[in-house]
Nanobody
């Protein structure tokens, strides 16, 4: 079992930055890949990005590529999502996910999900 707790969401103006954190506890942190999804109320959940077990592989949705960066701190069991040049369309609840397969994360089939943190970008 892996427990994920997101933090760092909030209100920011367009063009600004936020860094989301995902603290993971439970089973071996290094044994899991991690990802981020987002969801707007009434819409389908959207893949944002993922990072491999080693941290050497990262994947991003086209909509965030070049603006968002995923990283992992294996010493402190934290995954980060650095979000720059934020746009109003980035407004959503952001969810951290974990699985031992980065492909399953990218396919939306992650075993573990956090409770989410709200990000609101004002125009």
């Amino acid at each position: 079992q892996v427990t994920l707790v997101e933090s760092g969401g909030g209100l920011v103006q367009a063009g600004g930055s936020l860094r989301l954190s995902c603290a993971a506890s439970g089973r071996t942190f290094r044994g899991h890949a991690f990802g981020w999804f987002r969801q707007v109320s009434g819409k389908e959940r959207e893949f944002v990005g993922a990072i491999s077990l080693s941290g050497e592989g990262t994947w991003y949705a086209d909509s965030v590529k070049g603006r968002f960066t995923i990283s992992r701190d294996n010493a402190n069991n934290i995954v980060y999502l650095q979000m720059n040049s934020l746009k109003p369309e980035d407004t959503a609840v952001y969810y951290c996910t974990a699985d031992n397969s980065s492909k399953d994360i990218r396919d939306g089939r992650a075993s573990y999900w956090g409770q989410g943190t709200q990000v609101t970008v004002s125009s």
